[in-house]
């Protein structure tokens, strides 16, 4: 079934398979093994002859639903998935690279993608080259010094910075490299980094695409043949997702299209409001024509994300005192979920970091970052304007 529509397609596309019973929900399949008594046809599915499934490690018809459906939003020749957004990434990277290997990315990746760039690729002899995330300049001229592999992530955590996808990919493609997207911040709705050049995308589909803070997960989607590696590599690491998780995210993913359109329209709402107010020193946001990447971004985002971050004139002793004010906002790590999420990177993101870290990375100490949820807009307005009086 190839549906036209992402609307469509977030609803019908992946579960097909599933409900030949007649039912109209994906059932969750929670069984370890699947059984067959003839030795022949257990062979084939075995042997990947035959489609079916063997063992839950490897393949599940729960998660294969999950797997489809991220495939069809995504345009993806492939996709296969994890158990979080971090086993995407890391079995991605170790799937894929091999000693002797040159990564270019950009300093504003996730956190945790940080540390495998900067603490676990070097120790098995891969060098990495970490560049100004917005200087596509400097990116291209480290690609020209050799590179494997190109590791995007657009817009970042939490500065909102954007990157030129189509511009690094045909500088990657020139090198040979391959280029690996995380669109996590974006999701499917907004951006689509195949159609501009890229050959791999990654989701925490923890955040949007479950979009209810109740199940973790991770995506893959991209050409066959890569994908394949990296399914194979995660078959045997063990970092799959499991069913129940497959499920949530499944259910979630059904709305995906309506809250991304509310939250895209609220985040913009928000970001006005705050780049108006006294209090506010700075606001960032893709959506905001200040921003310094916007034309970047509305060439290559259908909508500017419900992701947003601001910074407090008073810096950290003021978000100290203004964040529990907040009513409509859980102070939490999370992201992309229905409710409105809020923190500062210096107990989030960026927690590992000294002050001085973050502020070579232009995160400022009063900076909240504001993950927009699908509640009435007047009200994260209002609830704003309370907070900051
Ligand atoms: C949260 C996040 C991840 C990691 O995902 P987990 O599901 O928490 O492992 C990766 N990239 C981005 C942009 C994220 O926001």
């Not at 490690?57 to 996709?79: M, S």
């Not at 917005?134 to 190109?150: H, V």
């Not at 951006?191 to 791999?200: F, R």
């Not at 994300?305 to 529990?324: C, I």
Request: one cysteine or more; charged letters at 20%.
């Amino acid at each position: 079934m190839k549906i036209s529509s992402l609307a469509t397609d977030a609803v019908w596309a992946g579960e097909e398979d599933l409900l030949l019973t007649g039912a109209t929900t994906v059932p969750i399949s929670l069984g370890v093994a699947h059984g067959y008594p003839d030795v022949e046809a257990w062979q084939a599915v075995a042997l990947g002859r035959a489609p079916g499934y063997i063992y839950a490690r490897n393949t599940n018809p729960t998660v294969e639903a999950f797997e489809r459906k991220i495939q069809a939003l995504e345009r993806a020749g492939d996709a296969t998935s994890f158990s979080t957004g971090m086993a995407a990434i890391s079995n991605t990277l170790f799937a894929l690279l091999k000693p002797g290997d040159r990564v270019v990315s950009a300093k504003d990746t996730y956190g945790g993608t940080n540390q495998i760039f900067l603490s676990t690729l070097p120790r098995w002899g891969v060098q990495v080259a970490l560049c100004d995330t917005t200087s596509p300049e400097e990116i291209e001229a480290e690609i020209g010094r050799g590179c494997a592999l190109l590791y995007l992530e657009t817009p970042t955590n939490p500065t909102l910075k954007v990157q030129p996808v189509a511009r690094l990919a045909e500088a990657a493609r020139r090198a040979g490299a391959l280029v690996v997207v995380d669109n996590t911040f974006a999701t499917p709705i907004n951006q689509h980094p195949l159609a501009l050049g890229a050959d791999l995308v990654i989701h925490s589909a923890t955040k949007y695409l479950g979009g209810h803070a109740d199940a973790m997960g991770g995506a893959l989607c991209g050409r066959a043949e890569l994908v394949r590696a990296v399914f194979h590599h995660r078959e045997i690491n063990g970092a799959s997702l499991d069913p129940m998780s497959a499920y949530l995210l499944l259910r979630g993913m059904k709305t995906l299209s309506l809250r991304i359109e509310r939250q895209n329209a609220s985040a913009m709402t928000v970001a006005r409001f705050l780049a108006r107010h006294p209090r506010v020193a700075q606001v960032n946001y893709p959506g905001l024509e200040s921003h310094p990447q916007h034309e970047i971004a509305a060439e290559q985002m259908d909508g500017f994300g419900g992701m947003l971050s601001f910074a407090l004139k008073g810096g950290f002793d003021e978000v100290k005192h203004v964040l529990p004010k907040f009513r409509l906002m859980h102070r939490a790590a999370n992201l992309g979920a229905v409710e409105t999420v809020g923190g500062p990177p210096a107990t989030t993101s960026h927690v590992e970091c000294s002050p001085e870290e973050r502020a070579a990375m232009g995160i400022p100490e009063g900076l909240i970052r504001y993950s927009v949820g699908i509640e009435a807009v007047d009200d994260l307005v209002a609830d704003l304007a309370q907070a900051l009086e």
